[in-house]
Structure formats: C-alpha cells, structure tokens
C-alpha cells in the first residue's frame, strides 16, 4: 500500500518535464490529490490540488506556477500527473505527492493529507 511519484530529473531552464504518481495496493476512495515540493532549507509548499472523487476534476495551483503547470488524473489507472513547462531554477526540490479526504477549501494544509508517496527530485539547471 503506497503512492510512488516518478518522473524527476534534471532539466535546463525552459525545459519541461511530466510527474507521476501511482497508488498502488490500494483503491483511491481520497478526495483529492495534491503534488507538493520541497527545497532544501525551506518548508514544504503544496504546488497543486485535483479532486479524484468527482467528475468536474476540479484543481487549484500556487501563484507561482499557474500557466506553467498542469494536473491531470487518470482515475482508471489509479495515476495523477504533474505536466511541468517552462521550468525555472526556482522549482528545483523534491517533489511529492498526497492524499487528502478533506474539502477543496483545506487542500492548502499539509496536515491534512494521509498518506505520502517517497519524492522525486526536480533539478533546474544549466
């Protein structure tokens, strides 16, 4: 019973790169999942939100990477994706997916979530 993300690497200013989480040994009956990041030495920030319980799939992104990002889910294959554009040194971290149960107002709050896959790091660089 875990969610794996993949799909990290390094990549040079500009570049684009897709995410992807998996659930696996288990259903998702979550609300929602949220890919959130972390840089070395500062606090783990939620990046993205899509609900997974309903069919309108509706997201929220950070200010910083609306128009560049965007989430997706595959409920039949248990998959959430994170297609990442125009990448900047600054989206460099680790980046991981969650699960939460609570409503889209809460998504903001780590707290919240449940269950966290293992990260995968993001490198911006040239």
């Known amino acids: 019973v875990q969610l794996q993300a993949f799909g990290g690497g390094l990549v040079q200013p500009g570049g684009s790169l897709r995410l992807s989480c998996v659930a696996s040994g288990f259903t998702l009956d979550h609300n929602a999942i949220g890919w959130w990041c972390q840089a070395p030495g500062k606090e783990r920030e939620r990046v993205s939100c899509?609900?997974?319980?309903?069919?309108?799939?509706?997201?929220n992104y950070a200010d910083t990477v609306k128009g560049r990002f965007t989430i997706s889910r595959d409920n039949a294959k248990n998959m959430v994706y994170l297609q990442m554009n125009s990448l900047i040194p600054e989206d460099t971290a680790v980046y991981y997916c969650?699960?939460?149960?609570?409503?889209?107002?809460?998504?903001?709050?780590?707290?919240?979530?449940?269950?966290w896959g293992q990260g995968t790091l993001v490198t911006v660089s040239s």
């Open positions: 899509i609900s997974i319980s309903s069919s309108d799939a509706r997201t």
């Open positions: 969650a699960t939460t149960r609570v409503v889209r107002s809460s998504w903001d709050d780590a707290n919240k979530y449940d269950m």
